[in-house]
């Protein structure tokens, strides 16, 4: 079958944009072009059919402008990600997230850190929103008010080209945020908008009285209901009520406009042209309205990613794209891509899900709604890879389905309420203290803050000088982080977990930050408990060591490369969960051991995937069942059983 090469206007186009280049880098880009016309037009289309060969060709304009911009080095590394596309699924990568001035002080700083980073394994660095916000209260850095602009604390946009130049050359990929979904209110749109230009005005939704608002909130969810309630603001310079689901100085942008389209697609070809490696398109869920629905999932939201990627794959294959969804478990895989859009949308996608069911089966200490849970999920389509990690910037929401709770035996209400209050430490025993985020009084829900060394309370223990209680605390956060690097994808380290730093106590003292826990788990790294990161016999070192440990073993075992699934089996020990990935070298099992008491696993488990010798890749120990076929667990435990030693990676 004949792959059908884009339409003469979109070709001809192109070859007038590139006519200063150099041939070969011409006939690259219309070999591009040609390659992903189809998924280009299909996606346009999806979203924009009234307006789709215009905005095509604007499209293939901006994609052509920024390619013959492109630095030689980038285009190397194009050509590197094409011949390798399954770059990111490799079992050697590992993120770290941070914010830059709370990691390092600036975007200079973190360039320092490379070694630091490497001697962590890392291979893919997220900083948390750097690009300009909105002075003031900014949701974090995601209510942006210039994207073409760095923070002024962090330096400028030559220092994040040269940032991303000198983690490319450490193995290390820059990651940046992307907020898709609105700007601030002080952004050029919007000023533009409140100054009466009826073109920007397009730009977002905007009401004239409450009819319009009033039918879409009959249906809409409030995602901050304690201190945004509504998804509509007033605005008098603008004369009207314009849509903000998250604050009152965000405005969500009318992604059915297809200028929307093309000013975004500008905005991610800028950033890959910096050396932005792969994009997080922040709240993505949210972009296309839809009356009578919630607003969330509508299916030209896969429709635009398909575009936006393909013209990346034209413009600058190196790009990943990275989705921000963080939605029920039904709705995630979408985001990598089901049916018409499968190998077309994200690269990459969060694994919420696994998230949670770490939480809650450390709180359970019962891993059967895990077991449930993340055995109906399917797995990621093939050429992508889920996001896996313990904790992150955000706060934690029980996204547990009824189903999988009422299945297991479990009343999902009641059960949402024990993991809130075991993670505030309301529950009579619960050693952890987190902070209740954004209590519903009208439903009850409540989500959690803290870091992941404060939701298992080890920075109480330590307080309390109490050794046991340390040492289950530090075997909590290395099963935890076992369960998500043992998971296959990317598992990625939020800054400061490697250390087992507590929660800033003075979080609330920033202007801004008064009302919004979540401050709370995004302190400023600890340097003077880095630097005891080398002492095997300080919290520090034991926990920096069981991470770099976890992440060399991983390295090594292709078993854990993202292309093999992670299969849950059905547990025969309420309190041991049991992953299996199969690979052509061999099976591995994972074998955890999440509660707080000895457990048995029987042989004939791993015998039965065709493991007759197997031996733990994380001690090279040789395991022998006794003679009733048992393997004694420790408790809060793991092991990665193989059929033979993995060796030191290379």
Partial sequence: MTRRRAPLAARRLAVDRLAALPEHRRQMFLARLDRWWGDLAAGVRGAYADAADETCLRLVGLAADAYAQRDDDLHDLDLRRMLDPAWFQSPAMLGYAAYADRFARDLRGVADEVDYLRELGVTYLHLMPLLAPREGDNDGGYAVADYRTVRADLGTVEDLRALAGTLRAGGISLVVDLVLNHVAREHEWARLAREGSARHRAYFHVFDDRTGPDAYERTLVDVFPQFAPGSFTWDDELAGWVWTTFNSWQWDLNWANPDVLVEMADVVLFLANLGVEVVRLDAIAFLWKRLGTW?????????????????????????????????????????????????????????????????????????????????RLPAAPAGTAWITYVRCHDDIGWAIDDADAAAVGLDPYLHRTFLSDWYSGAFPGSPARGLVFQLNPETGDRRISGTAATL?????????GDQVWIDEALARLRLAHAVVLGWGGVPVLWSGDELGQGDDEAWADEPGHEADNRWAHRPRLDRAAAARRHDPTSVEGRLFGDLVHLARVRAALPQLDASVPAQVLEPDDPGVLVVLHEHPTGPLVAVHNVTSSWRRFPGWRWRAVGLDDAVDALTDERIRPGDDDQVWLAPLS???????????PG
């Fill in 295 to 375: 607003c969330r999932n509508e299916p030209e939201v896969h429709a635009i990613t398909q575009a936006l990627r393909a013209l990346a794959r034209i413009a600058c294959p190196a790009l990943a794209f990275k989705a921000e969804a963080i939605v029920g478990p039904d709705d995630l895989v979408q985001y990598l891509g089901v049916g018409a859009h499968a190998g077309r949308v994200s690269d990459l996608a969060y694994h919420n899900s696994l998230m949670v069911q770490v939480w809650s089966m450390l709180a359970a200490q019962d891993v059967r709604l895990a077991a449930h849970a993340l055995r």
């Fill in 456 to 464: 298992v309370g080890l920075p109480a223990a330590r307080a309390a």
């Fill in 638 to 648: 793991v092991r990665w059983l193989v059929g033979s030693a993995p060796g030191s």
